[in-house]
């Protein structure tokens, strides 16, 4: 889903607009000790805070419209697995989780 979720942003962004986020964010949000796809992965909130923080409104909506664009068809996640508001990401991201760990059992 990171991957999905960046390819998502570099599409929107463009690479060299997203590397410049990414960068910032790193550095400033992250201390330099996680990238971006780490981020997504092990602390979407963090992850999330971070993006919203340096874009704000137009941050939520993007991750919202990546969510239901793309995310939602490619995990093909039910009605009830959407991104409406901050904090979905991580919640969302514990739902991939447990499918996923169901699915291996």
């Known amino acids: 889903m990171a991957d999905a979720l960046?390819?998502?942003?570099?599409?929107?962004?463009?690479?060299?607009?997203?590397?410049?986020?990414?960068a910032k964010t790193i550095e400033e949000d992250f201390?330099?000790?996680?990238?971006?796809?780490?981020?997504?992965?092990?602390r979407p909130e963090l992850f999330e805070q971070a993006f919203i923080g340096i874009l704000g409104e137009a941050g939520e909506r993007i991750l919202?419209?990546?969510?239901?664009?793309?995310?939602?068809?490619?995990?093909?996640?039910?009605?009830?697995?959407?991104?409406?508001n901050i904090g979905d990401l991580a919640a969302c991201m514990q739902t991939i989780h447990m499918?996923?760990?169901?699915?291996?059992?």
Do not use: P
Request: with cysteine; proline share 0%.
């Open 6 to 22: 960046i390819a998502g942003l570099k599409e929107i962004f463009g690479t060299r607009v997203f590397n410049d986020i990414a």
């Open 31 to 42: 201390d330099g000790k996680m990238d971006i796809r780490t981020s997504i992965i092990f």
């Open 64 to 84: 919202e419209y990546i969510w239901e664009s793309r995310l939602c068809n490619q995990f093909e996640f039910d009605a009830g697995t959407r991104y409406h």
């Open 99 to 105: 499918m996923m760990t169901q699915s291996r059992s």
